[in-house]
């Protein structure tokens, strides 16, 4: 993640300080994913952006997620790459409701994903929601899949040829869909039923297998605005108009988001949220995560992030009805587990010894 235009920035910031100390002001608590092997707090990335955030919403509450109790830097960079994102999002709904965030976010909160973290706090919204998102916000995101390795399109490292090896030999086999993120949410063209039964989380959260499930559309609509962002020159998103919930076809010809099934059947609410102006589109400038400050304090933060609420819409005061909340099934002691046995060995080390278990 690579952010530009620090020193305007920091004057933008300044002025706006000072607008804002002549008031008392009260606004919704944001909570952040990161992409693809980066961490929650890493000052060259996620954790610049955080602190920039901070300034900008004083004593608001800005919290950006793990998705396992480690305290690591590797070790959450690792989880970007391998895993269940299904674990992760149970954890992190277990996590927001922990008593040390619930209480701060239960009146709502906007959502901010960036790359693979946009469609992972989509699927948030659908299966749990409680504390529940006022604005979903995504930048770069995948929402409807990739058709290849993100950041691997002319990239013949190690890395990324294992990578490409795991996916073209088997990606909807279980070992890579429980293990390999990517594949995850990895949609091939070529083997569309093969994808629809075996995808162990797009297909779900998409909503696209023949039992829908009403929960993911009521919790869309409850949105008060969805925004997609796309990067203008993203070359690390194929195909890029994923990050606008479209999609291509097998010439490889752009499917645009209101012309595909999702739109049209109105699986996710998409269709219904559009005519209830609850969709907007942002085209941003540059290449994946790379990030213009200026730009998103002008078109992100100022439409949706710095909007001012009552003192008593967003209070601490506990539920008494905490206890009827329900508990998420999260396997945190096996994520945990996980954890421990890589923490002291590189990715390209760890993505080694999948080869002999995929080849099995």
């Known amino acids: 993640m690579k952010f530009n235009k620090l020193n305007l920035v920091s004057f933008i910031i300044e002025a706006l ?3 804002k100390a002549l008031t008392k002001a009260n606004y919704r608590p944001v909570v952040i994913w990161h992409g693809m092997g980066d961490s929650c707090c890493n000052p060259q990335s996620i954790g610049g952006f955080v602190d920039t955030l901070q300034e900008l919403l004083p004593d608001t509450l800005i919290y950006s997620l793990n998705v396992s109790d480690s305290e690591s830097e590797i070790v ?15 954890y ?6 922990e008593d040390d965030l619930y209480p701060q976010l239960k009146d709502g909160f906007n959502a901010l994903g960036f790359s693979q973290g946009g469609q992972f706090l989509r699927a948030y919204v659908e299966r749990c929601n409680d504390p529940p998102v006022y604005n979903l916000i995504t930048y770069g995101a995948q929402h409807n899949g990739v058709s290849t390795i993100p950041g691997c399109v002319n990239d013949d490292s190690n890395f990324c040829a294992r990578m490409k090896f795991l996916v073209s030999t088997n990606v909807y086999g279980s070992f890579v869909q429980n293990n390999i993120v990517q594949a995850q949410y990895f949609k091939s063209i070529e083997n569309y039923d093969e994808y629809l039964e075996k995808s162990i989380f797009l297909a779900d959260i998409n909503n696209e297998r023949e039992i829908k499930n009403p929960n993911y559309k009521e919790n869309m609509l409850s949105l008060n605005k969805f925004v997609m962002i796309k990067f203008e020159d993203d070359d690390m998103v194929i195909p890029p108009t994923s990050s606008w919930f479209g999609w291509i076809d097998e010439f490889d010809e752009l499917i645009p988001f209101n012309k595909t099934d999702t739109y049209k059947e109105d699986w996710l609410g998409l269709q219904t949220m559009e005519k209830q102006n609850q969709l907007d589109f942002i085209n941003a400038p540059g290449n994946h995560m790379q990030v213009d400050l200026d ?3 002008e078109n992100v933060f100022h ?10 819409d967003n209070s601490n005061d506990d539920d008494d009805d905490d206890d009827d909340h329900d508990d998420n099934d999260t396997d945190v002691e096996e994520i945990n587990k996980t954890n421990k046995n890589i923490k002291s060995q590189n990715i390209n080390d760890y993505l080694d010894s999948f080869f002999i278990k995929v080849q099995h």
Request: aromatic letters at 14%.
């Open 92 to 97: 992190v709904c277990s996590r927001l409701h």
């Open 303 to 312: 439409p949706y992030l710095d909007e001012l609420i009552d003192d008593g």
């Open 76 to 90: 959450e960079r690792k989880n970007s790459y391998f895993g269940n994102v299904n674990n992760h999002v149970d």
């Open 295 to 297: 730009f998103f304090i």
């Open 17 to 19: 300080l000072t607008t």
